[in-house]
């Protein structure tokens, strides 16, 4: 997961104390940093899934408490869904009926297409997802929030280069959007192994919204991807 400094003997890996706790700690990190993931537009589950979907679209993760930044989904490392239970493509299919009656008299309703693309996302089909955003980006392509929404599909079917690829053209409309710079800080991190791009996202955020509601935790980060940096350079 992360290269730290490391003594070797023979073919056995010996940690000192120190190395040991920095691992730890780099290790905890991570974990927080993967567990939340920001949204463009804020997920939440259609009124007309059966009650036991919804419960288990809106389930946090076991172990995560207390408020996201923004308005956070779970996340974890690329290929991975996040750690809720998805919704079966049956549950998905019946959510998807009125919408989909709706994008028959207006193929181009952007919003209604964006709409499907969180439903999707929500339910942890991402194929589907990115195929929706993407369609109501051709309509219109100035969308900062569904362009990071998109990023975040690709992010979680594994695709860090075109999650990035994403999240910069998001930048080129809303250059200080902060979910979008919280997002790039995940990738940079997580998905390119690249702690000091990370930084600088992150600290991007913090100077571009100074009023940012999960200040303290982007500060964290921030210290954990340094000393995270620092590791992989001793190693």
């Known amino acids: ?107 181009n309703n952007a919003g209604v297409l964006a709409q499907l693309g969180n439903l999707y996302y929500d339910g942890q089909s991402f194929p589907q997802a990115i195929d929706y955003y993407e369609k109501a980006l051709k309509v219109e392509p100035n969308n900062a929030d569904v362009r990071t929404d998109l990023g975040t599909a690709y992010w979680y079917s594994g695709d860090a280069d075109k999650a990035l690829s994403n999240f910069e053209k998001s930048l080129t409309i809303r250059p200080n959007h902060p979910g979008t710079l919280f997002n790039v800080g995940i990738v940079e991190w997580q998905g390119k192994k690249d702690p000091k791009a990370a930084i600088t996202a992150w ?23 340094k000393m995270h940096g620092a590791s992989a350079t001793k190693g």
Do not use: C, W
């Open 1 to 107: 997961m992360t290269e730290t400094a490391q003594n070797q003997k023979g073919n056995s890996t010996v940690f000192t104390s120190v190395q040991a706790y920095t691992l730890a700690v780099i290790t905890l990190a991570i974990g927080i940093a993967v567990g939340y993931f920001a949204r463009g537009s804020a997920p939440s589950a259609p009124a007309n899934l059966p009650e036991n979907a919804q419960a288990a679209m809106s389930t946090p993760p076991a172990g995560m408490t207390g408020a996201a930044p923004g308005n956070m989904g779970p996340g974890q490392l690329p290929g991975s869904a996040p750690q809720q239970q998805a919704a079966s493509p049956e549950m998905l299919a019946k959510a998807a009926e009125p919408l989909l009656a709706q994008l028959k008299a207006n193929p």
């Open 203 to 225: 600290e991007k955020l913090l100077q571009s919204n100074p009023n940012y509601p999960e200040k303290e935790q982007v500060q964290m980060l921030i210290e954990r991807a």
